[in-house]
């Protein structure tokens, strides 16, 4: 074994506490990363070099649609949902095979390169698997459906089964997971949750947008308009909102409390009640936040602070580049920070390491630094001296 030791202004280690240590040190065997040792570093040889930043462990990006990178910089800002999604009806498939393989290989390295240690990434088709199965990072692919018909449910599951057939072959974890109650039909949402929670995780694209709680809520609002002028068939109007709406489709396929993982993604509309649902139907659910993906569609931020003293484990993803300038987790913990100046780096790196790892089931070997361990281990530069993210904030992996 060779041990290496690197020293930095601020170590957060995310084991016990969200507080860093200050200057800080840590040893890591060089052949594979695993953590040796860490601790304050009161002695630091002359010599020594002590990193300029916070070295903190590998980040988990909990959504990402790696598969869209080809659609980067196609998209026009600040369309709504229903916009949003005409737009990506439009750009659907607009690149050829080649164009968009290129574009996920060249993604994944620079996640990677930029200190992201395990993803949970949605596929709708195989675009992804062999960059995802050759990178290096630990990826939980989340087979995505859709589909708006109730006779439709059965062809698009034996769809997503055969996808995730090609999935495992490929050495994936993947399992399918329902897209959003605005794109399908109750028994598609409440076929592909059963399938799902069967692999112990769910993500869920949950109160995305006002308009899909107009949807739900009261039958109204331009997703409901674009869907009946299409003519396609529209969820039920339960004069409530669209959580408790899918909390009902999983009741109706598994007895609550749900323990296994479910993953909201967004919850920009998440309400108070909604935590206290979620806290008790679902006790095993997170929530993962794409605060740039928000500001990118519709302008709107959920409520964190009110999250975050739900008691609700929160995550942090990139979302896709349909939705985003890019794929970066420092500028979406640098995002929450300017828009809810009470959060601390420590407890956003909580969300963004630790947070994520447990979620993916992966916290005794990622997320925190912690002896033993193989996290990552990735600087953090351009710190301002009170230890916040600054607007020149970046990351890169050490190891
Ligand atoms: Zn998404």
């Given at each position: 074994?060779?041990?290496?030791?690197?020293?930095?202004k601020f170590?957060?280690?995310?084991?016990?506490?969200?507080?860093?240590?200050?200057p800080?040190?840590?040893?890591?065997?060089q052949?594979?990363?695993?953590?040796?040792?860490?601790?304050?570093?009161?002695?630091?040889?002359?010599?020594?070099?002590?990193?300029?930043g916070?070295?903190?462990?590998?980040?988990?990006?909990?959504?990402?649609?790696?598969?869209?990178?080809?659609?980067?910089?196609?998209?026009?800002?600040?369309?709504g949902?229903?916009?949003?999604?005409?737009?990506?009806?439009?750009?659907?498939?607009v690149?050829?095979?080649?164009?968009?393989?290129c574009d996920?290989?060249?993604?994944?390295?620079?996640?990677?390169?930029?200190g992201?240690?395990?993803?949970a990434?949605?596929?709708?088709c195989?675009d992804?698997?062999?960059?995802?199965?050759?990178?290096?990072?630990?990826?939980?692919?989340?087979?995505?459906v859709?589909?708006?018909?109730?006779?439709?449910?059965?062809?698009?599951m034996?769809?997503?089964?055969?996808?995730?057939?090609?999935?495992?072959?490929?050495?994936?974890?993947?399992?399918?997971?329902?897209?959003?109650?605005?794109?399908?039909?109750?028994?598609?949402?409440?076929?592909?949750?059963?399938?799902?929670?069967?692999?112990?995780?769910?993500?869920?694209?949950?109160?995305?947008?006002?308009e899909e709680?107009?949807m739900?809520?009261?039958?109204?609002?331009?997703?409901?308009?674009?869907?009946?002028?299409?003519?396609?068939?529209?969820?039920?109007?339960?004069?409530?909102?669209?959580l408790?709406?899918f909390?009902?489709?999983?009741?109706?396929?598994?007895?609550?409390?749900?323990?296994?993982?479910?993953?909201?993604?967004?919850?920009?509309c998440m309400?108070?009640e909604?935590?206290?649902?979620?806290?008790?139907?679902l006790?095993g659910?997170?929530?993962?936040?794409?605060?740039?993906?928000?500001?990118?569609?519709?302008?709107?931020?959920p409520?964190?602070?009110?999250?975050?003293?739900?008691?609700?484990?929160?995550?942090?993803?990139?979302?896709s580049?349909?939705?985003?300038?890019?794929?970066?987790?420092?500028?979406?913990m640098?995002?929450?920070?300017?828009?809810?100046?009470?959060?601390?780096?420590?407890?956003?790196?909580?969300?963004?390491?630790?947070?994520?790892?447990?979620?993916?089931?992966?916290?005794?070997?990622?997320?925190?630094?912690?002896?033993?361990k193989?996290?990552?281990?990735?600087?953090?530069?351009?710190?301002?001296?009170e230890?916040?993210?600054?607007?020149?904030?970046?990351?890169?992996?050490?190891?």
């Open positions: 074994m060779s041990v290496k030791r690197i020293y930095s170590l957060y280690t995310l084991e016990g506490g969200i507080s860093p240590l200050s800080g040190f840590v040893d890591y065997d052949e594979d990363g695993r953590i040796v040792d860490f601790g304050y570093a009161d002695d630091i040889p002359e010599d020594a070099e002590v990193l300029d916070a070295v903190v462990p590998g980040f988990v990006n909990t959504h990402c649609h790696v598969e869209l990178s080809y659609m980067k910089g196609l998209f026009r800002r600040g369309t949902m229903a916009g949003f999604i005409d737009q990506i009806n439009e750009l659907r498939d690149a050829p095979l080649e164009e968009r393989l996920i290989s060249r993604e994944m390295d620079q996640m990677w390169r930029n992201v240690s395990a993803m990434d949605i596929s709708n195989d992804s698997f062999a960059a995802k199965a050759a990178s290096p990072m630990y990826t939980r692919t989340f087979l995505e859709f589909g708006t018909e109730p006779e439709d449910c059965d062809a698009v034996s769809g997503v089964r055969r996808l995730q057939e090609k999935a495992l072959e490929c050495g994936l974890d993947a399992a399918p997971t329902p897209h959003a109650c605005y794109t399908m039909s109750p028994e598609l949402v409440q076929a592909s949750s059963a399938a799902g929670l069967e692999s112990g995780y769910l993500s869920f694209h949950s109160e995305e947008t006002p709680e107009e739900i809520g009261k039958g109204s609002g331009r997703l409901w308009d674009n869907r009946k002028a299409a003519g396609m068939s529209v969820p039920p109007v339960t004069g409530g909102s669209s408790e709406y909390v009902d489709r999983l009741a109706a396929v598994k007895e609550l409390p749900i323990k296994e993982h479910v993953l909201l993604v967004h919850e920009v309400t108070k909604g935590t206290e649902l979620v806290k008790k139907a006790p659910a997170f929530v993962a936040l794409c605060p740039r993906s928000n500001i990118y569609i519709h302008d709107a931020l409520d964190v602070d009110m999250l975050r003293s739900s008691g609700i484990p929160l995550t942090i993803g990139t979302d580049l349909s939705s985003n300038d890019s794929l970066d987790m420092v500028a979406e640098y995002c929450l920070q300017e828009n809810f100046p009470g959060l601390s780096l420590g407890e956003l790196l909580g969300w963004a390491c630790l947070n994520g790892a447990r979620f993916l089931g992966k916290e005794a070997v990622l997320g925190s630094i912690g002896i033993g193989k996290p990552g281990l990735v600087l953090v530069g351009h710190i301002s001296a230890g916040r993210l600054t607007s020149s904030s970046a990351s890169y992996r050490i190891v």
